[in-house]
């Protein structure tokens, strides 16, 4: 029987491997089990030979060692958040069947409403044609075009109404080495200045001589005085210049030169705050650089992301159409575009026949005074600054929290800073502000570039080195630049127009003009579907006529709904030339945002779909699931109830925190101490609240095994009961119910039980995180989450918010709360510091911002997050 390929995961750099004693029921305690891991995918292997395994994981380490030297990190998708390793709050790993690295991320993004959703494009009949060779041209450039390397410098400087001086050159001529020591020569200069005039009179009156004079000594620093140079365009917009130089060997071949800017200043319409926008064209690639000076103050994030948004809105270029170059500008408009989809998003209606955006080029550098900050306070940025820690300081970089979130500059990458924040120092210093005002070192002053598309298939632009330059004294900003290498197109029109002849060839009109196609299947059945579990199902589409095809999935019904929340198909329309095929992907995965009415029985997972080839007939496609009900992802209030017995330290917990409200309490006491708890905590919290679980040291500080908690999620979806030997890595027990009746129980060592019990202890604790994760609202609602963190600064007001939560909610939060509480005063001597850290930095999860909620310092807001859990514990007496 030929291999079956379950699962793929790509050797980077970052991939990490652990090996193992198999713990799975039923097998051979010398079988090993090895875990493969690379961010938040996985993937668990059980080898019956060990020479097999050997020669497996020498294979990995040689190609690892591949991935090492050439620095291959496995990719993220553009509209995904980074997941790092070193998150260690997330269990969702450890317990549920997650398959892809951008899972977690994707839920984060879909619950904070920040994901840019392209738009899909209609294709009309009688366009099907163009349609289809020009995407048919972008597949096939590689047969008449030639790609060029060219090397641009791209420089941004606040110079604070300075004037140029021949220092420059420091600047322009002697920082052109790359990261691996080689020499650049750039084939073109961009430069963006901010600030060049600091009177108010520049403001009212325009005077072209700051920018000649700017100008003309730009191009005299730069090797051979120039000589070798010319001016392409300069542009200026009150205070800022951007500046486009280039070889003048270049110059036969730059062409379609065209500047605009926008003021976003006062009233959102002065030149004090704006961008400037030069676009070229070079050989047959379009080239676009942006400088711009956005709101100052720390405060101002949401006025300067607002500022670049309306900057995207409003700068934009006449273009004319090239018969050469029409297949990329189609390109851009196919719905594929992350720029032009963000613009249409935010309601930019335009005739991009005549007219270009920034984002219809296929190049797009952004530099400028950004002016984002970091939000700490001036004494521990400078203190850590002398430190050198500025991978920590980056953590609260405005600009880097505000495109993790999506809210800003989405579709732009940036390089590693390694250089010091650039503002603000003493003029003529390299020493930071010690002016009365004393302004806090940021990184304002940023280059950032668009990223190339997902269906890519080459890199278009490399950076090939990022930095500041700290010898530049004039201003109270130091100049940044970023040394690049781009991929520039070069047509061969003769090549391209034999492209162009064999596919209008092809599609070469016959008699039977009537359009044909056959489906490889009519259904897609995804068959049992997992909570978390990523699937995927392809059917092939294939025309069988003689003529091209439209084909697009429609909408039912009167609210246009082509698919239900719960399925993702990909490509929804296309265009088909006679026999070609295309394979149609179709993806699910039930997540918390959309599992509750899935597990309450009011959805399932089947649907009819409607796959229409125009002017032929409609395929009806049927998607179905057997969705696995789980108690993962279910709102607390729909949990089964159980009143559970409590302690009297418990009782009077309870009746404390009423007592704070100045008013009845929200729910009574309940009498005999007891509270009503969702069983499957209860499950959970009872196997975990003893003496003997509280006595392992690894307790909570390390996550346990994947199948165990497997096991343990199964028995909480099922209303089973645990089977001690299984969670012991053994056999099932006899009165177990599904074991078999003759089946024994496995004698194993004492040493040999405390590793199993703790791996067993610390996997609860993994399917208790996790299950709190996946509410859909958490223990505290999210429209009390501003309150929560309030509650944080006293032992009154985190009785008073209490007393407000709605009593369910209270009762998971203090049962929870004196569990962990217990949990810690009960561990032994040499964990308990570690282990209280640790449970307050994990359990931050019983809290989480509403949707839409800006959170403008994620690092700050964790350490808030944690400080409530800290209070919660502190606030409850055992």
């Keep these: 029987m030929p291999p079956i390929v379950l699962k793929t995961l790509p050797i980077c750099s970052d991939l990490n491997v652990e090996i193992a004693q198999s713990t799975l029921p039923n097998k051979n305690n010398s079988d090993l089990l090895v875990t493969f891991l690379m961010k938040q995918d996985s993937a668990r292997v059980i080898f019956t030979e060990k020479e097999t395994m050997v020669q497996l994981l020498s294979e990995i380490k040689v190609l690892k060692a591949v991935a090492v030297e050439k620095n291959e990190k496995r990719p993220i998708r553009a509209n995904s958040l980074p997941i790092d390793d070193e998150n260690p709050t997330s269990a969702l790993r450890y317990v549920l069947p997650l398959q892809r690295a951008e899972t977690i991320a994707k839920i984060n993004l879909k619950r904070t409403r920040t994901v840019n959703v392209a738009r899909e494009r209609k294709i009309k009949l009688e366009d099907a044609k163009k349609h289809w060779i020009n995407n048919q041209l972008m597949n096939r450039e590689d047969e008449f075009v030639k790609w060029q390397k060219t090397s641009a410098f791209i420089g941004t400087w606040n110079v604070h109404g300075s004037s140029p001086n021949a220092n420059l050159k420091v600047w322009l001529q002697d920082t052109l080495k790359a990261d691996d020591g080689t020499t650049i020569d750039p084939d073109f200069y961009i430069i963006g200045l901010q600030e060049m005039e600091t009177s108010t009179e520049a403001y009212v009156r325009y005077d072209p001589a700051k920018e000649n004079a700017w100008v003309k000594t730009v191009i005299e620093s730069l090797k051979g005085s120039g000589q070798d140079y010319y001016k392409v365009d300069s542009k200026q917009l009150v205070t800022m210049l951007l500046i486009v130089i280039a070889k003048k060997i270049h110059k036969p071949f730059v062409s379609e030169v065209t500047s605009t800017y926008a003021g976003v200043g006062l009233m959102n319409m002065m030149g004090n705050k704006g961008g400037i926008a030069v676009r070229l064209r070079f050989h047959d690639s379009y080239l676009c650089f942006i400088t711009s000076h956005l709101a100052a103050f720390t405060e101002k994030v949401e006025k300067r992301n607002q500022d670049f948004t309306e900057l995207t809105k409003r700068l934009s270029f006449p273009h004319r159409t090239d018969p050469l170059t029409e297949y990329v500008f189609y390109s851009w408009n196919n719905g594929g575009d992350e720029g032009v989809s963000f613009m249409e998003n935010h309601n930019v209606i335009r005739n991009w026949a005549s007219e270009a955006s920034i984002f219809h080029n296929d190049f797009l550098v952004w530099c400028g005074d950004l002016n984002y900050r970091v939000n700490l306070n001036e004494a521990i940025i400078k203190n850590w600054v002398r430190q050198g820690k500025l991978d920590l300081l980056l953590e609260y970089d405005q600009l880097n929290i505000e495109r993790n979130a999506g809210r800003t500059f989405p579709m732009f990458d940036e390089g590693d800073i390694r250089f010091a924040p650039t ?20 990184w304002t002053d940023r280059i950032l570039w668009k990223k190339d598309r997902l269906d890519s298939k080459k890199q278009s632009l490399s950076l090939k080195s990022y930095s500041n330059c700290m010898d530049m004294m004039m201003s109270d900003h130091k100049p940044v630049r970023a040394l690049m290498e781009l991929s520039v197109r070069k047509i061969d029109s003769r090549l391209q127009n034999e492209t162009r002849e064999k596919l209008v060839q092809q599609l070469k009109d016959h008699q039977d003009d009537q359009p044909r196609g056959d489906l490889s299947s009519s259904f897609v059945d995804f068959e049992k579907v997992q909570f978390m579990e990523y699937k995927e199902k392809l059917i092939l589409l294939e025309n069988t006529g003689q003529v091209l095809t439209v084909f697009k999935f429609m909408p039912k019904g009167e609210n246009d709904t082509i698919l239900p929340p719960w399925l993702q198909v990909s490509p929804l329309s296309g265009v088909l030339a006679p026999g070609e095929k295309v394979v149609i992907r179709f993806e699910i995965t039930i997540d918390p945002t959309i599992s509750a009415p899935l597990n309450r029985g009011e959805q399932t997972l089947s649907d009819i779909l409607i796959l229409r080839l125009e002017n032929c007939k409609d395929f009806f496609i049927s998607v179905d699931g057997d969705y696995v009900k789980t108690c993962f992802g279910v709102p607390l209030e729909q949990l089964s109830e159980m009143p559970v017995p409590i302690s009297e330290a418990a009782a009077r917990n309870l009746e404390m925190s009423s007592q704070y409200s100045g008013s009845p309490p929200s729910s009574p006491v309940p009498p005999l101490n007891q509270i009503n708890l969702p069983k499957q905590l209860w499950k959970v919290m009872n196997f975990l609240w003893n003496s003997n679980m509280f006595c392992i040291e690894s307790l909570f500080l390390e996550h346990g095994d994947l199948i165990v908690s497997t096991y343990i999620k199964k028995c909480l979806d099922n209303q089973e009961q645990f089977d001690t030997n299984i969670l012991l890595g053994g056999q099932p027990s006899a009165n177990y119910e599904n074991s078999d009746a003759d089946s024994e129980i496995t004698l194993i060592s004492e040493d040999d039980k405390s590793r199993k019990e703790a ?63 217990q949990a810690i005063d009960r561990s032994p001597a040499s964990c308990k510091k570690d282990r209280e850290a640790k449970i307050i930095e994990t359990f931050t999860v019983l809290l989480r911002p509403p949707i839409d909620f800006k959170e403008r310092n994620p690092v700050v807001a964790k350490e808030k997050r944690e400080k409530f859990i800290s209070q919660l514990l502190k606030s409850l007496r055992t």
Aim: aromatic fraction near 12%.
């Design 759 to 821: 791996i067993s202890a610390n996997s609860m604790i993994d399917v208790l995180v996790a299950f709190l994760e996946c509410l859909p609202d958490p223990v505290v609602p999210t429209n009390m989450y501003e309150r929560a963190l309030e509650a944080a600064e006293s032992y009154e007001a985190m009785n008073y918010l209490k007393d407000s939560l709605p009593p369910f909610h209270r009762n998971v939060l203090l049962y929870i709360g004196m569990f962990l509480r």
């Design 423 to 442: 503002y603000k120092y003493d003029a003529g210093t390299n020493r930071y502000d010690t002016s009365e005002k004393r302004r806090a070192p940021s």
